[in-house]
């Protein structure tokens, strides 16, 4: 079979025929869970790739971990628990619970197996690199005075060796915990003792050595140097069996909804996620029996929740060894890029928006603008009010500190903070905490919904009137993030979204519905039946004769209705060219069903997060006419039902250009890292080659068409790039 990723080129192969299947029912769409291991699976893969730096191939290693452990703590979580209530929903696909827990398991656990042989691979070419891992047996004699000093100063004091016995309780251990267990006998009258020893979190797992011969980097694990110095621990003892293990816990929060205070509420919340259920135990092979008999009993996890390993426990940790120390085993380094019409006016970006419309393209144009304009707004004395939607942001964000600078300079400043941000909620009370204290309006939105929408206004006083400028996002206010993930930024001081991303804060803030929006699509009002409209129209386009096409990007497609939609398109005669990195729950390719409808999946250097979406509007794609969005939402049930989301119509010509022919088109046009999605539900990646196009090189190498500035758009690029010798 010969697979093709450029889509922008090509059209579809034709539809095939899945014997044994009734597409006519659930077995149309495929199985979230299923789909979003196949997507780690391809994060995995890039593990593999050979043309992928060493150590970015230990990242992608360490990143696949990552997530499933985060996957294992909220969507099996999930499924866990639905399971033991007896819950009979089934899956959009018809599964069970207890059949998709099955399948979860079968499939996370060749996937654990694949990790460990990967690593085995990785950890041989780090050698080769004169990167090395030890063991304790590895350990110099030079290097142990060394290591006990280290030990004694660095490590001993936050231990806590606990012994397992009726006096000694099992500790509670928090998710993601890591620990050892120990079987000791003492000397002499040889009395044994079990003990247990918590590896703290606050101690690197991988401890560097000072180099070795001819510049041999060199790292011990810290469960290595436990073993090394146990004697410290246990005086008169001496060390006969051990194993180590790490577990997950039930991480999803429930929270009342009738909470009369949601902030305290969530404090609550975030002290009994840390005590949730174990769901997940990872434990050395040929673990003493008794010491694993005492595990198992305490944590009462069930024989499916159990993996054994022979091998390394926690890969997450392995992104430690990710350094600067070896340049040439990392990504060749990138500076994002200023766009040349912010320049042209000298960094004012009002000014530069004022011009027009203004699209950037991150991390390949730096985030940076983004902090400015809140900076530049916040000391402005033309400047009234700001108002800031804050779903996920760093620690230190400098995001925060200009609406702190703004309030306590006497503007008006309004955050609207989600304190349901998955992972983010404890960070998330803090950061309105500071803002509150700087004078700011603190915002939280609905109890019900999420407010995930990427909004950030303006108001400026210019010439006796009240001027809104508006930035909308498809990403978190993160300036870490950003500079891996890639998002778009559309900044614009058009009226009518001015006026109507007002009326979002005021909905959000007000809980009054908003009447009469001129632009913006929101959910849960309007973003789905827009969407859906919008593919009515390219259907009747289709049976008008008239060219139909839709171009889709998003990291994730569940929605059964936007599915359906699309497949009514394609039986339509509308092609429709999808680039969902992540989750997707529709079947491609199918004769009768989809077999008008392309899925790929783009994995590389950059995570792809930007959300847009392409309506031919009766004259293919791409062209000038057609009806372009960017989005704050993918299409999945939570985005389009419960969540404040944005869909943005793009207006200018020039932002239109550059979303159409460089973001989707080079998008679509990827060969160097493009997995196409086949109907059985396999991915298959386009066949290496000398002369592969990569989407992510292109924007690395070429400015994007609205941030030209004065240089103009005459020399626009086209779909090339650079080429390795």
Request: proline residues 9%; aromatic residues 8%.
């Given at each position: 079979m010969t697979i093709n990723a450029d889509f922008l080129h090509s059209g579809p192969p034709g539809g095939a025929t899945v014997d044994g299947v009734d597409l006519s029912g659930p077995a149309r769409y495929f199985n979230r869970e299923l789909s979003w291991l196949a997507f780690n699976w391809r994060v995995l893969e890039e593990a593999e790739n050979a043309s992928v730096p060493l150590l970015e191939r230990v990242r992608f290693l360490a990143i696949s971990a990552s997530n499933l452990d985060e996957f294992y703590t909220v969507r099996v979580a999930g499924l866990r628990e639905m399971q033991l209530e007896g819950h009979g929903t089934l899956s959009a696909d018809g599964l069970t619970t207890a059949q998709q827990l099955t399948q979860i398991y079968a499939d996370s656990n060749r996937l654990m197996q694949a990790q460990q042989a990967i690593w085995a691979k990785l950890e041989s070419d780090l050698e080769a690199e004169n990167i090395h891992i030890l063991s304790p047996e590895d350990v110099d004699p030079a290097d142990l005075v060394l290591l006990e000093?280290?030990?004694?100063?660095?490590?001993?004091?936050?231990?806590?060796?606990?012994?397992?016995?009726?006096?000694?309780?099992?500790?509670?251990?928090?998710?993601?915990?890591?620990?050892?267990?120990?079987?000791?006998?003492?000397?002499?009258?040889?009395?044994?003792?079990?003990?247990?020893?918590?590896?703290?979190?606050?101690?690197?797992?991988?401890?560097?050595?000072?180099?070795?011969?001819?510049?041999?980097?060199?790292?011990?694990?810290?469960?290595?140097?436990?073993?090394?110095?146990?004697?410290?621990?246990?005086?008169?003892?001496?060390?006969?069996?051990?194993?180590?293990?790490?577990?997950?816990?039930?991480?999803?929060?429930?929270?009342?909804?009738?909470?009369?205070?949601?902030?305290?509420?969530?404090?609550?919340?975030?002290?009994?996620?840390?005590?949730?259920?174990?769901?997940?135990?990872?434990?050395?092979?040929?673990?003493?029996?008794?010491?694993?008999?005492?595990?198992?009993?305490?944590?009462?996890?069930?024989?499916?929740?159990?993996?054994?390993?022979?091998?390394?426990?926690?890969?997450?940790?392995?992104?430690?060894?990710?350094?600067?120390?070896?340049?040439?085993?990392?990504?060749?380094?990138?500076?994002?890029?200023?766009?040349?019409?912010?320049?042209?006016?000298?960094?004012?970006?009002?000014?530069?928006?004022?011009?027009?419309?203004?699209?950037?393209?991150?991390?390949?144009?730096?985030?940076?603008i983004v902090v400015q304009y809140l900076q530049q707004a916040a000391r402005d004395p033309d400047v009234v009010a700001i108002k800031q939607t804050?779903?996920?942001?760093?620690?230190?964000?400098?995001?925060?500190?200009?609406?702190?600078?703004?309030?306590?300079?006497?503007?008006s400043v309004t955050a609207v903070v989600e304190l349901k941000a998955r992972f983010d909620e404890a960070a998330n009370i803090r950061l309105s905490r500071t803002l509150e204290r700087a004078g700011a309006t603190v915002v939280y939105g609905f109890i019900e919904w999420k407010t995930h929408a990427k909004l950030s206004t303006v108001v400026r006083r210019e010439a006796g009137k009240l001027v809104t400028y508006t930035h909308f996002g498809t990403g978190n206010y993160h300036p870490i993030t950003a500079n891996f993930y890639t998002d778009l930024s559309l900044f614009t001081c058009d009226k009518g979204l001015g006026r109507d991303a007002a009326k979002v804060f005021n909905y959000v803030s007000g809980y009054a519905q908003p009447g009469g929006l001129s632009d913006l699509a929101i959910s849960p009002l309007t973003l789905k039946s827009t969407l859906l409209d919008n593919i009515e129209s390219e259907i009747a386009f289709a049976k008008a004769g008239k060219p139909a096409a839709v171009w889709v990007k998003v990291n994730s497609l569940i929605e059964p209705k936007l599915i359906d939609a699309l497949y009514r398109a394609s039986q339509a005669g509308v092609r429709v060219e999808m680039v969902v990195r992540g989750i997707c729950g529709l079947r491609p390719g199918i004769k009768g069903l989809s077999e008008n409808i392309r899925v790929k999946s783009v994995v590389g250097r950059f995570l792809e997060h930007s959300r847009i979406c392409c309506f031919g509007n009766g004259h293919g794609l791409p062209s000038a006419k057609a009806k372009v969005y960017i989005s704050s939402a993918d299409w999945m049930g939570r985005n389009m039902d419960w969540r404040v989301e944005t869909l943005v119509p793009i207006k200018n010509k020039t932002v239109h250009a550059q979303i159409i022919e460089q973001i989707m088109a080079a998008n679509l046009?990827?060969?160097?890292?493009?997995?196409?999605?086949?109907?059985?539900?396999?991915?298959?990646?386009?066949?290496?080659?000398?002369?592969?196009?990569s989407c992510h090189r292109f924007f690395m190498e070429n400015p994007s068409l609205s941030g030209r500035g004065r240089a103009g758009a005459k020399d626009a690029p086209r779909l090339t790039h650079s080429h390795d010798e």
């Open positions: 000093d280290l030990f004694m100063e660095q490590v001993f004091p936050i231990l806590t060796p606990i012994a397992i016995d009726p006096a000694h309780p099992f500790p509670f251990i928090g998710s993601g915990g890591f620990a050892m267990a120990l079987q000791l006998k003492r000397k002499g009258d040889q009395p044994k003792l079990d003990a247990l020893l918590p590896v703290p979190a606050q101690i690197p797992r991988f401890l560097r050595l000072p180099d070795g011969p001819e510049g041999a980097v060199r790292f011990l694990p810290l469960e290595g140097l436990l073993e090394l110095f146990i004697n410290q621990l246990f005086p008169g003892y001496r060390l006969t069996g051990h194993c180590t293990f790490r577990l997950l816990r039930d991480s999803d929060l429930e929270v009342e909804d009738e909470a009369e205070d949601l902030v305290r509420e969530f404090e609550t919340a975030l002290k009994r996620r840390k005590r949730g259920e174990v769901i997940h135990l990872n434990i050395s092979a040929n673990a003493p029996p008794g010491l694993r008999k005492t595990i198992l009993r305490q944590t009462c996890v069930t024989d499916a929740e159990i993996i054994e390993t022979d091998g390394l426990i926690g890969m997450d940790d392995l992104a430690e060894l990710v350094s600067d120390a070896r340049p040439e085993l990392l990504w060749p380094a990138f500076t994002p890029r200023v766009p040349e019409r912010v320049q042209d006016f000298n960094g004012d970006i009002f000014a530069a928006i004022r011009q027009k419309d203004m699209l950037l393209h991150h991390p390949y144009e730096t985030f940076n804050l779903y996920r942001t760093s620690r230190d964000s400098p995001i925060v500190a200009a609406l702190c600078e703004a309030a306590e300079m006497g503007k046009a990827d060969t160097a890292q493009s997995w196409v999605l086949q109907p059985d539900g396999k991915y298959l990646r386009h066949p290496r080659g000398d002369k592969l196009f």
